[in-house]
Protein backbone atom coordinates (compact mmCIF):
# COMPACT_ATOMS: atom_id res chain seq x y z
CA UNK A 1 0.00 0.00 0.00
CA UNK A 2 0.73 3.77 -1.01
CA UNK A 3 0.20 4.59 2.47
CA UNK A 4 -3.55 6.21 3.89
CA UNK A 5 -3.70 10.01 5.46
CA UNK A 6 -7.17 9.58 7.74
CA UNK A 7 -9.26 11.08 9.31
CA UNK A 8 -11.51 10.06 12.26
CA UNK A 9 -15.50 11.25 12.85
CA UNK A 10 -16.62 10.20 17.15
CA UNK A 11 -13.29 9.54 18.17
CA UNK A 12 -13.55 9.65 21.46
CA UNK A 13 -16.05 6.94 21.85
CA UNK A 14 -16.04 3.11 22.30
CA UNK A 15 -15.43 2.68 18.98
CA UNK A 16 -13.82 5.48 17.78
CA UNK A 17 -10.87 4.48 20.95
CA UNK A 18 -10.39 1.15 18.68
CA UNK A 19 -9.46 3.10 15.56
CA UNK A 20 -7.08 5.24 17.72
CA UNK A 21 -5.85 2.00 18.91
CA UNK A 22 -5.97 -0.46 15.89
CA UNK A 23 -4.14 2.94 13.48
CA UNK A 24 -1.92 3.82 16.19
CA UNK A 25 0.13 0.54 14.72
CA UNK A 26 -1.03 0.60 11.28
CA UNK A 27 1.66 -0.12 8.78
CA UNK A 28 0.41 2.55 6.15
CA UNK A 29 -2.47 4.39 7.24
CA UNK A 30 -1.94 7.15 9.16
CA UNK A 31 -4.69 8.58 11.24
CA UNK A 32 -4.27 12.75 11.07
CA UNK A 33 -7.46 14.32 12.23
CA UNK A 34 -9.60 13.49 15.21
CA UNK A 35 -12.96 15.08 15.18
CA UNK A 36 -15.80 14.81 17.87
CA UNK A 37 -18.72 16.73 19.51
CA UNK A 38 -19.03 18.11 22.90
CA UNK A 39 -15.03 17.20 23.24
CA UNK A 40 -13.90 19.72 20.44
CA UNK A 41 -11.36 22.44 21.31
CA UNK A 42 -9.87 19.69 23.87
CA UNK A 43 -6.76 17.51 23.54
CA UNK A 44 -7.75 13.98 22.70
CA UNK A 45 -5.98 12.35 25.86
CA UNK A 46 -8.25 14.57 28.16
CA UNK A 47 -11.60 14.10 26.27
CA UNK A 48 -11.84 10.37 25.22
CA UNK A 49 -12.83 8.51 28.72
CA UNK A 50 -10.17 5.59 27.45
CA UNK A 51 -11.74 2.36 27.61
CA UNK A 52 -8.77 -0.10 26.64
CA UNK A 53 -5.71 -1.15 28.46
CA UNK A 54 -2.69 0.10 27.71
CA UNK A 55 -3.46 3.70 27.92
CA UNK A 56 -4.04 6.70 24.91
CA UNK A 57 -1.48 6.18 22.23
CA UNK A 58 0.90 8.74 22.91
CA UNK A 59 0.55 10.12 19.27
CA UNK A 60 -3.35 10.69 19.29
CA UNK A 61 -2.99 11.91 23.27
CA UNK A 62 -1.45 15.28 22.24
CA UNK A 63 -3.26 15.85 19.19
CA UNK A 64 -6.61 18.53 19.52
CA UNK A 65 -10.05 17.22 18.73
CA UNK A 66 -11.54 19.12 16.14
CA UNK A 67 -15.30 19.83 14.99
CA UNK A 68 -17.04 17.71 12.72
CA UNK A 69 -16.44 19.67 10.01
CA UNK A 70 -15.51 18.52 6.44
CA UNK A 71 -12.84 21.21 5.64
CA UNK A 72 -11.06 19.97 9.15
CA UNK A 73 -10.36 16.69 7.19
CA UNK A 74 -9.48 18.39 3.57
CA UNK A 75 -6.75 16.41 2.08
CA UNK A 76 -7.35 12.98 3.60
CA UNK A 77 -7.66 9.97 1.64
CA UNK A 78 -10.20 8.22 3.95
CA UNK A 79 -12.65 9.64 7.06
CA UNK A 80 -13.79 6.77 9.29
CA UNK A 81 -17.27 7.79 11.05
CA UNK A 82 -17.97 6.45 14.23
CA UNK A 83 -20.76 8.39 14.62
CA UNK A 84 -24.31 7.76 15.85
CA UNK A 85 -26.58 7.23 13.70
CA UNK A 86 -28.40 10.64 14.22
CA UNK A 87 -25.79 12.59 13.78
CA UNK A 88 -24.29 10.02 10.99
CA UNK A 89 -27.34 10.52 9.28
CA UNK A 90 -26.91 14.76 8.38
CA UNK A 91 -22.98 14.79 9.08
CA UNK A 92 -21.71 11.78 6.59
CA UNK A 93 -23.52 13.06 3.08
CA UNK A 94 -21.43 16.46 3.61
CA UNK A 95 -18.05 14.49 4.25
CA UNK A 96 -19.48 12.62 1.23
CA UNK A 97 -20.32 15.69 -0.93
CA UNK A 98 -17.07 17.70 0.19
CA UNK A 99 -15.35 15.13 -1.72
CA UNK A 100 -14.01 12.82 0.89
CA UNK A 101 -14.13 8.97 1.04
CA UNK A 102 -16.26 8.20 4.09
CA UNK A 103 -16.46 4.51 5.52
CA UNK A 104 -19.04 4.64 8.07
CA UNK A 105 -19.97 2.50 11.41
CA UNK A 106 -22.91 3.98 11.78
CA UNK A 107 -26.38 2.38 10.85
CA UNK A 108 -27.60 5.82 9.12
CA UNK A 109 -27.15 5.16 5.59
CA UNK A 110 -26.39 1.43 5.76
CA UNK A 111 -29.66 0.45 3.87
CA UNK A 112 -29.40 3.15 1.39
CA UNK A 113 -29.63 1.58 -2.07
CA UNK A 114 -26.86 3.21 -2.94
CA UNK A 115 -24.51 2.07 -0.11
CA UNK A 116 -22.79 -0.46 -0.58
CA UNK A 117 -22.69 -2.59 2.83
CA UNK A 118 -19.52 -4.08 2.85
CA UNK A 119 -17.46 -7.00 4.79
CA UNK A 120 -14.33 -7.44 2.30
CA UNK A 121 -14.12 -10.78 2.90
CA UNK A 122 -18.06 -11.76 2.05
CA UNK A 123 -18.88 -9.04 -0.90
CA UNK A 124 -16.54 -7.18 -2.20
CA UNK A 125 -18.12 -6.57 -5.02
CA UNK A 126 -20.46 -4.51 -3.66
CA UNK A 127 -17.64 -1.82 -4.22
CA UNK A 128 -19.11 -1.29 -7.69
CA UNK A 129 -22.23 0.59 -6.15
CA UNK A 130 -19.88 3.60 -5.93
CA UNK A 131 -20.11 4.57 -9.20
CA UNK A 132 -23.89 4.18 -9.26
CA UNK A 133 -23.46 6.17 -6.16
CA UNK A 134 -21.94 9.24 -7.52
CA UNK A 135 -23.28 9.25 -10.90
CA UNK A 136 -27.10 9.64 -8.92
CA UNK A 137 -26.07 11.72 -6.10
CA UNK A 138 -23.29 13.99 -7.92
CA UNK A 139 -20.79 13.73 -5.13
CA UNK A 140 -17.70 14.02 -5.53
CA UNK A 141 -16.50 11.58 -2.54
CA UNK A 142 -18.19 8.83 -1.38
CA UNK A 143 -20.01 6.63 1.36
CA UNK A 144 -19.30 3.08 2.29
CA UNK A 145 -21.08 1.21 5.17
CA UNK A 146 -20.19 -1.62 7.44
CA UNK A 147 -22.69 -3.63 8.73
CA UNK A 148 -23.81 -3.81 12.63
CA UNK A 149 -21.54 -5.60 15.01
CA UNK A 150 -23.62 -8.69 15.38
CA UNK A 151 -24.82 -8.95 11.63
CA UNK A 152 -20.92 -9.12 10.95
CA UNK A 153 -19.42 -12.56 12.37
CA UNK A 154 -23.08 -13.59 11.57
CA UNK A 155 -22.77 -13.16 7.74
CA UNK A 156 -19.00 -14.22 7.88
CA UNK A 157 -20.15 -17.39 8.94
CA UNK A 158 -23.29 -17.63 6.20
CA UNK A 159 -21.56 -17.05 3.59
CA UNK A 160 -19.88 -19.80 2.71
CA UNK A 161 -23.09 -22.22 4.38
CA UNK A 162 -24.75 -20.18 1.33
CA UNK A 163 -22.16 -21.27 -1.02
CA UNK A 164 -21.47 -24.44 0.06
CA UNK A 165 -24.59 -25.68 1.44
CA UNK A 166 -27.69 -23.78 0.46
CA UNK A 167 -28.29 -22.31 3.58
CA UNK A 168 -32.00 -21.71 3.49
CA UNK A 169 -32.87 -20.20 7.05
CA UNK A 170 -31.14 -19.38 10.49
CA UNK A 171 -32.39 -18.86 14.05
CA UNK A 172 -30.16 -17.61 16.13
CA UNK A 173 -30.09 -16.06 19.63
CA UNK A 174 -26.98 -13.63 20.62
CA UNK A 175 -25.41 -12.70 24.15
CA UNK A 176 -23.96 -9.08 23.64
CA UNK A 177 -20.91 -7.63 25.24
CA UNK A 178 -21.59 -4.18 26.77
CA UNK A 179 -19.14 -2.21 25.04
CA UNK A 180 -21.79 -2.84 22.06
CA UNK A 181 -23.80 -0.28 23.42
CA UNK A 182 -20.83 2.56 23.58
CA UNK A 183 -20.05 4.60 26.72
CA UNK A 184 -21.62 4.93 29.32
CA UNK A 185 -24.20 2.24 27.76
CA UNK A 186 -26.07 0.47 29.65
CA UNK A 187 -25.84 1.49 34.06
CA UNK A 188 -24.08 -1.38 35.79
CA UNK A 189 -26.85 -1.63 37.74
CA UNK A 190 -29.01 -2.90 34.93
CA UNK A 191 -26.67 -5.44 33.58
CA UNK A 192 -24.80 -6.49 36.77
CA UNK A 193 -25.64 -10.07 37.84
CA UNK A 194 -28.43 -10.06 34.81
CA UNK A 195 -29.16 -10.44 31.34
CA UNK A 196 -31.28 -7.73 29.35
CA UNK A 197 -33.66 -9.71 26.38
CA UNK A 198 -33.84 -6.34 24.35
CA UNK A 199 -31.42 -4.95 22.41
CA UNK A 200 -33.43 -1.65 20.69
CA UNK A 201 -33.69 -2.24 16.90
CA UNK A 202 -30.81 -4.34 16.75
CA UNK A 203 -33.28 -7.50 15.62
CA UNK A 204 -34.96 -5.69 12.66
CA UNK A 205 -31.22 -4.33 11.50
CA UNK A 206 -29.36 -8.06 11.90
CA UNK A 207 -32.25 -9.64 9.77
CA UNK A 208 -32.34 -7.10 6.60
CA UNK A 209 -28.58 -6.19 7.03
CA UNK A 210 -28.04 -9.98 6.37
CA UNK A 211 -29.63 -10.63 2.97
CA UNK A 212 -28.69 -7.03 1.68
CA UNK A 213 -24.42 -8.48 2.34
CA UNK A 214 -25.34 -11.82 1.07
CA UNK A 215 -27.50 -10.40 -1.28
CA UNK A 216 -26.09 -9.90 -5.41
CA UNK A 217 -26.04 -6.41 -7.83
CA UNK A 218 -28.68 -5.62 -9.75
CA UNK A 219 -30.13 -2.87 -11.14
CA UNK A 220 -27.89 0.07 -9.42
CA UNK A 221 -28.28 -1.77 -6.40
CA UNK A 222 -28.71 -4.89 -4.29
CA UNK A 223 -31.00 -7.86 -4.70
CA UNK A 224 -31.30 -9.37 -0.97
CA UNK A 225 -30.34 -13.13 -0.55
CA UNK A 226 -33.30 -15.50 -0.12
CA UNK A 227 -31.86 -16.49 3.32
CA UNK A 228 -34.15 -15.98 6.00
CA UNK A 229 -32.71 -14.97 9.76
CA UNK A 230 -34.75 -15.07 12.92
CA UNK A 231 -32.95 -13.44 15.62
CA UNK A 232 -33.01 -12.76 19.55
CA UNK A 233 -30.70 -10.11 21.11
CA UNK A 234 -29.56 -10.36 24.71
CA UNK A 235 -26.94 -7.85 26.57
CA UNK A 236 -24.70 -9.91 28.55
CA UNK A 237 -22.25 -8.60 31.58
CA UNK A 238 -19.27 -9.82 29.44
CA UNK A 239 -17.18 -6.24 28.28
CA UNK A 240 -16.19 -7.09 24.27
CA UNK A 241 -17.01 -10.17 22.14
CA UNK A 242 -20.14 -11.39 20.73
CA UNK A 243 -21.49 -14.63 21.29
CA UNK A 244 -24.23 -16.46 18.90
CA UNK A 245 -25.89 -19.34 18.62
CA UNK A 246 -26.96 -20.27 15.48
CA UNK A 247 -29.20 -22.93 13.95
CA UNK A 248 -29.06 -23.38 10.14
CA UNK A 249 -31.66 -25.47 7.93
CA UNK A 250 -30.78 -26.28 4.83
CA UNK A 251 -31.91 -27.19 0.80
CA UNK A 252 -30.30 -30.50 1.24
CA UNK A 253 -28.15 -32.89 3.59
CA UNK A 254 -25.61 -31.86 5.73
CA UNK A 255 -22.91 -33.43 7.22
CA UNK A 256 -21.01 -31.56 11.22
CA UNK A 257 -17.63 -32.51 9.52
CA UNK A 258 -18.69 -30.99 6.09
CA UNK A 259 -19.91 -27.89 7.80
CA UNK A 260 -16.83 -27.16 9.79
CA UNK A 261 -14.53 -27.83 6.53
CA UNK A 262 -16.02 -25.61 4.64
CA UNK A 263 -16.28 -22.69 7.62
CA UNK A 264 -12.31 -23.85 8.25
CA UNK A 265 -11.44 -23.69 4.44
CA UNK A 266 -13.30 -19.73 4.11
CA UNK A 267 -10.82 -17.16 2.71
CA UNK A 268 -11.55 -14.14 0.78
CA UNK A 269 -10.21 -11.42 -1.81
CA UNK A 270 -8.15 -9.91 1.66
CA UNK A 271 -6.48 -12.99 2.38
CA UNK A 272 -5.75 -13.42 -1.42
CA UNK A 273 -4.40 -9.78 -1.64
CA UNK A 274 -2.89 -10.26 1.74
CA UNK A 275 -4.31 -7.06 3.02
CA UNK A 276 -2.55 -5.83 5.95
CA UNK A 277 -5.41 -6.50 8.67
CA UNK A 278 -6.48 -9.39 6.41
CA UNK A 279 -6.21 -12.40 9.13
CA UNK A 280 -4.99 -15.75 7.35
CA UNK A 281 -8.32 -17.44 8.77
CA UNK A 282 -11.01 -15.29 8.54
CA UNK A 283 -13.19 -18.42 10.28
CA UNK A 284 -11.24 -20.65 12.63
CA UNK A 285 -13.15 -23.54 14.12
CA UNK A 286 -12.89 -25.01 17.48
CA UNK A 287 -13.35 -28.51 18.48
CA UNK A 288 -13.52 -28.09 22.35
CA UNK A 289 -17.05 -28.81 23.89
CA UNK A 290 -17.14 -25.67 25.74
CA UNK A 291 -15.89 -23.36 23.40
CA UNK A 292 -15.64 -20.22 21.67
CA UNK A 293 -16.34 -18.13 24.93
CA UNK A 294 -15.77 -14.23 24.56
CA UNK A 295 -13.36 -13.58 27.17
CA UNK A 296 -10.58 -16.71 25.29
CA UNK A 297 -11.66 -16.42 21.87
CA UNK A 298 -12.09 -12.73 20.99
CA UNK A 299 -8.89 -11.70 19.86
CA UNK A 300 -8.16 -14.67 17.96
CA UNK A 301 -6.46 -14.72 14.94
CA UNK A 302 -3.55 -13.67 13.04
CA UNK A 303 -4.37 -9.83 12.97
CA UNK A 304 -5.59 -10.07 16.45
CA UNK A 305 -10.12 -9.87 17.33
CA UNK A 306 -9.89 -10.12 13.26
CA UNK A 307 -11.28 -14.08 12.69
CA UNK A 308 -14.76 -15.03 14.16
CA UNK A 309 -13.87 -18.53 16.26
CA UNK A 310 -16.98 -20.95 15.65
CA UNK A 311 -17.34 -24.03 18.00
CA UNK A 312 -19.63 -26.93 18.76
CA UNK A 313 -20.89 -27.26 15.54
CA UNK A 314 -23.60 -30.23 15.67
CA UNK A 315 -26.13 -31.67 13.77
CA UNK A 316 -29.74 -30.36 14.65
CA UNK A 317 -33.47 -31.57 14.06
CA UNK A 318 -32.80 -33.79 11.06
CA UNK A 319 -29.90 -34.41 8.14
CA UNK A 320 -30.89 -30.81 6.39
CA UNK A 321 -29.89 -28.61 9.83
CA UNK A 322 -26.79 -28.27 12.36
CA UNK A 323 -26.01 -26.09 15.22
CA UNK A 324 -22.98 -24.27 16.41
CA UNK A 325 -21.72 -21.24 18.18
CA UNK A 326 -19.61 -18.19 17.33
CA UNK A 327 -17.51 -15.08 19.03
CA UNK A 328 -16.48 -12.37 16.98
CA UNK A 329 -14.84 -8.87 18.72
CA UNK A 330 -17.55 -6.68 18.31
CA UNK A 331 -15.27 -3.57 18.25
CA UNK A 332 -12.85 -4.84 16.22
CA UNK A 333 -13.97 -7.47 13.43
CA UNK A 334 -17.54 -5.64 14.00
CA UNK A 335 -16.40 -2.57 13.59
CA UNK A 336 -13.31 -0.77 13.37
CA UNK A 337 -11.61 -3.68 11.99
CA UNK A 338 -13.52 -4.13 9.32
CA UNK A 339 -13.84 -0.37 8.37
CA UNK A 340 -10.21 -0.49 8.05
CA UNK A 341 -9.58 -3.90 6.34
CA UNK A 342 -12.51 -2.23 3.90
CA UNK A 343 -10.16 1.39 3.36
CA UNK A 344 -7.00 -1.20 2.51
CA UNK A 345 -9.38 -2.99 -0.41
CA UNK A 346 -10.59 0.52 -1.91
CA UNK A 347 -7.46 1.59 -1.90
CA UNK A 348 -5.71 -1.22 -3.93
CA UNK A 349 -8.98 -0.99 -6.20
CA UNK A 350 -8.16 2.55 -6.77
CA UNK A 351 -11.49 3.85 -4.88
CA UNK A 352 -9.73 5.74 -2.89
CA UNK A 353 -7.43 9.10 -3.34
CA UNK A 354 -6.83 12.66 -3.22
N1 LIG B 1 -19.93 -0.27 20.07
C1 LIG B 1 -19.94 -1.22 19.13
O1 LIG B 1 -19.60 -2.41 19.36
C2 LIG B 1 -20.35 -0.88 17.73
C3 LIG B 1 -20.15 -1.82 16.74
C4 LIG B 1 -20.52 -1.52 15.41
C5 LIG B 1 -21.05 -0.28 15.12
N2 LIG B 1 -21.25 0.63 16.13
C6 LIG B 1 -21.77 1.95 15.74
O2 LIG B 1 -20.65 2.86 15.80
C7 LIG B 1 -21.12 4.18 16.14
C8 LIG B 1 -20.35 4.68 17.36
O3 LIG B 1 -20.64 3.83 18.46
P1 LIG B 1 -19.94 4.00 19.86
O4 LIG B 1 -20.33 2.78 20.61
O5 LIG B 1 -18.49 4.32 19.72
O6 LIG B 1 -20.68 5.32 20.44
P2 LIG B 1 -20.25 6.30 21.61
O7 LIG B 1 -19.31 5.62 22.55
O8 LIG B 1 -21.50 6.88 22.13
O9 LIG B 1 -19.41 7.48 20.86
C9 LIG B 1 -20.01 8.44 20.04
C10 LIG B 1 -18.97 9.38 19.42
O10 LIG B 1 -19.62 10.28 18.51
C11 LIG B 1 -19.38 11.65 18.87
N3 LIG B 1 -20.60 12.41 18.66
C12 LIG B 1 -21.81 12.24 19.23
N4 LIG B 1 -22.72 13.14 18.76
C13 LIG B 1 -22.04 13.91 17.85
C14 LIG B 1 -22.42 14.99 17.03
N5 LIG B 1 -23.66 15.47 17.01
N6 LIG B 1 -21.47 15.53 16.22
C15 LIG B 1 -20.20 15.06 16.22
N7 LIG B 1 -19.79 14.04 16.97
C16 LIG B 1 -20.70 13.45 17.79
C17 LIG B 1 -18.97 11.61 20.31
O11 LIG B 1 -18.10 12.73 20.54
P3 LIG B 1 -18.12 13.61 21.90
O12 LIG B 1 -17.79 12.65 23.00
O13 LIG B 1 -17.08 14.60 21.62
O14 LIG B 1 -19.50 14.20 22.01
C18 LIG B 1 -18.22 10.27 20.40
O15 LIG B 1 -16.89 10.47 19.93
C19 LIG B 1 -22.63 4.06 16.36
O16 LIG B 1 -23.29 4.41 15.19
C20 LIG B 1 -22.82 2.56 16.66
O17 LIG B 1 -24.10 2.10 16.35
C21 LIG B 1 -20.89 0.37 17.41
Known amino acids: MKGLQ??????????????????????????????????????????????????????AASKKVLTSDPRNAEGCDV?????????????????????????????AHRMDRDVPLVIPEVNPGHLALLETQKKRRGWRGSLVATPNCTATGLAMVMKPLLDDFQLDRAVVTTMQAVSGAGFPGVPSLLITENVIPYIKNEEEKVAVESKKILGTLADGGVAGSNVEVAISCN????????????????????????????????????????????????????????????????????????????????????????????????????????????????????????
Request: charged share 25%; hydrophobic share 40%; glycine share 12%.
Open 79 to 107: VFSALPAEAAAALEPKFAKSGLCVISEAS
Open 6 to 59: AALLGSTGAVGQRYVSMLSAHPSIRLEVLMGGRSAGERYGKAARWLQAGGVPDE
Open 235 to 354: RVPVIDGHLETFYGEFAREVEPDGVKDSLSAFRGLPQKLRLPSAPERPIIVRDEPDRPQPRLDRLSGSVAGMSVVVGRVRRGLGNNSVQLTLVSHNTIRGAAGTAILTAELMEKQGHLGR
